[in-house]
């Protein structure tokens, strides 16, 4: 019985951990003028992370808030 509980939950922890989780924030409050064409940003969008951050930054130096 304790075999089959662990088993159960090691293949959760595995499912789990493999599950892609998609990181994503939205832009909002920007300042005056600035329009965005999207406010939801998600880092599966972008072809890596470093790619990701920097789209953030950029739209943050423009004035927007991103949560």
Do not use: R
């Amino acid at each position: 019985m304790k075999k089959t509980i662990l088993q159960i939950f090691a293949i959760a922890f595995i499912a789990v951990t493999f599950t892609s989780c998609s990181k994503c924030v939205e832009c909002v409050d920007c300042a005056e003028g600035v329009t965005l064409e999207q406010t939801e940003l998600c880092q599966d969008d972008f072809d890596s992370k470093d790619d990701y951050k920097s789209a953030i930054e950029l739209i943050e130096a423009f004035g927007c808030d991103c949560k």
